[in-house]
């Protein structure tokens, strides 16, 4: 029974992560920047919806298990206990899959962040 959980879990998670991750990165972007879209120029709108796109690219394309974990513990707010029961793996195993899965986003999205 647990396992059917877990599955369907993962299903969900599958079928909600695009839009989950979207009205995040637009919610962050917003408080980061610190302004109002309509204040923002045409230009750092387009730039805007590039990087959202790029990020959304890069979380697709990591592995199964680090992007499960990834989207739990930054998308659906899970602690590490609570992703490693669902998972059924140790907080640690958690842990790591979220160091490995940050490394292989920030590298790909390096091209992006650079101020060049």
């Known amino acids: ?15 909600r992560q695009r839009q ?19 204040s923002v120029s045409p230009e750092g709108r ?8 790029k990020l959304q690219e890069a979380i697709d394309s990591l592995p199964l298990l680090y992007k ?3 989207t739990l513990v930054v998308f659906q707010e899970m602690t590490h206990r609570q992703a490693a029961r669902i ?16 490394k292989m986003l920030q590298a790909k999205l390096k091209p992006y ?4």
Do not use: P
Not at 46 to 53: A, G, N, P, T
Not at 95 to 102: C, D, E, G, M, T
Not at 113 to 116: F, Q, V
């Open 68 to 70: 499960v974990s990834f």
């Open 113 to 116: 962040l650079e101020g060049g």
């Open 87 to 102: 998972l059924g793996c140790s907080e640690n195993t958690v842990s790591w899959r979220l160091h490995k899965a940050r």
């Open 20 to 38: 989950d991750a979207q009205e995040v990165l637009d919610e962050s972007q917003s408080l980061a920047m610190g302004i109002q879209d309509s």
């Open 1 to 15: 029974m647990y396992r059917i959980a877990v599955n369907l879990t993962l299903n969900f998670l599958k079928r």
């Open 46 to 53: 387009s730039l805007k919806k590039e990087l959202s796109e």
